[in-house]
């Protein structure tokens, strides 16, 4: 059953009355001039680890430029899945403002950069009806765009922001007409979207974007509905499974982020969020090398979940215990890696918000043996666990029985079409 219209004018101007309005000035996204010197004094101290993972990273690109560099041709760009361009230009240019002396990532940034603002299209040919893939460029493009800015020549600083804006309104256009994602509000497609759109249009805002503030309004207010359903479910999880869970949050930290930077709305006490490194502990296999795949079928995550950790501990709970999860994976990828290879054992994707949000003051301190070994139970997913112990050799049992979407979105779907209709009036149903 599809969600009836889902927003009104009356519902965007809350959000168009406290929009941003920010100053033609970048960086100023994920971080300002000021604090771009702080990021670069921390890269070669109390955040050397992820910044050697970036470097690696970049090495590992420019070494393989033909898989991982945007390629010359918008055929090529556009005849297969193509959302790791978007994801690896982020690489690339965060490395580059922790090193700005770095020439040669200079030169690969501001490459990536032109090239996929130079496609005629950002969609992939055999998946019309999909925008997540060139949401994902949208993404990569922004934010490269608001770290590079100083580095591009005067035309490119109008005309690039011309295609962001182009890109963010098309996707708005979409959530406008009901596309079919923008009615999965627990959903990674909707999620991810609707994060990209906001990026944009932050980015675009001191340009004289005028659609801009409009722009931000649809996706804050999709993005506040997601948070306003998370409250429903009680054990941080999200029904998907745990790989696509991360990625959902993936860009749902991210907007939690923007949303108390940009708007000074905090969230960091969400009970979903306090909840969630319970769901990630009870879910990480002995051995700390991957994780159940209830849900989705893939025994690993998507997206970080370091990153994901660290954003916890930094905002959430600030108690070690998300940090020390990070570590045991971290360290798990790296043993068991192959030998002799030129990739990197890790999410890159996620190195930048994993250098973003670690908090090096906050010491890693294991949790309990009670939460790390015996009986879990996540009871709104449904999702029992069983562990022995933390050892890679350990015994580890899992076994699911609950509602589709989990117990308290499952009630939530089913009042909104009954009396409970006039709380959520643009759900209907499942």
Not at 19 to 44: T, V, W
Not at 117 to 123: D, E, N, T
Not at 391 to 400: D, G, P, R, V, Y
């Amino acid at each position: 059953r599809k969600a009836v219209q889902d927003y009104t004018d009356r519902d965007l101007a809350m959000y168009r009355s406290t929009g941003s309005h920010l100053p033609l000035e970048h960086p100023m996204l994920l971080f300002d001039g000021k604090e771009a010197k702080e990021l670069i004094r921390k890269a070669s101290n109390s955040h050397i680890q992820t910044h050697g993972l970036l470097q690696s990273a970049v090495e590992t690109m420019l070494k393989h430029a033909d898989k991982y560099i945007p390629p010359a041709s918008e055929l090529d760009f556009t005849a297969s899945w193509n959302e790791h361009y978007g994801n690896n230009l982020v690489v690339l240019a965060f490395t580059f403002a922790l090193e700005p002396e770095n020439s040669h990532l200079e030169k690969a940034a501001l490459k990536s950069l032109r090239r996929l603002v130079s496609y005629g299209s950002w969609q992939v040919a055999s998946a019309p009806g999909d925008d997540v893939a060139r949401a994902h460029t949208l993404f990569g493009v922004s934010i490269a765009f608001d770290i590079l800015f100083h580095h591009l020549h005067d035309f490119e600083r109008h005309e690039i922001p011309k295609r962001i804006q182009e890109e963010t309104h098309f996707l708005y256009r979409r959530a406008e007409k009901n596309a079919g994602w923008n009615r999965q509000y627990v959903h990674n497609h909707m999620i991810t979207i609707e994060t990209a759109l906001l990026i944009g249009a932050l980015v675009t805002e001191g340009h004289s974007m005028a659609p801009s503030l409009q722009q931000q309004a649809m996706a804050r207010l999709h993005m506040e509905r997601v948070l306003e359903l998370l409250r429903h479910v009680t054990d941080g999880s999200i029904d998907e499974g745990v790989a696509y869970t991360t990625y959902s949050t993936r860009s749902l930290f991210l907007y939690i982020y923007l949303a108390q930077r940009h708007y000074g709305v905090r969230h960091f006490d969400h009970p979903w969020l306090v909840r969630h490194l319970s769901l990630l502990l009870s879910t990480t296999l002995p051995g700390s090398g991957g994780s159940i795949g209830i849900g989705d079928s893939n025994p690993t995550w998507y997206f970080g979940p370091e990153a994901q950790l660290f954003f916890l501990d930094k905002y959430v709970l600030q108690e070690g215990n998300a940090n020390w999860l990070a570590g045991e994976i971290r360290e798990a990828r790296f043993r068991l890696a192959p030998a002799n290879t030129d990739l990197l054992p890790v999410d890159w994707t996620m190195l930048p918000f994993e250098f973003l949000w670690y908090a090096a003051h906050i010491t890693p301190v294991a949790p309990s043996a009670d939460d790390l070994s015996g009986i879990a139970v996540n009871e709104d997913w449904g999702v029992s666990t069983y562990k022995s112990s933390v050892l890679a050799n350990a015994t580890f049992l899992s076994l699911k029985s609950g509602y589709i979407l989990g117990r308290g979105l499952h009630n939530v779907a089913v009042d909104s079409t009954g009396e409970g209709s006039q709380k959520y009036p643009y759900l209907d149903g499942f």
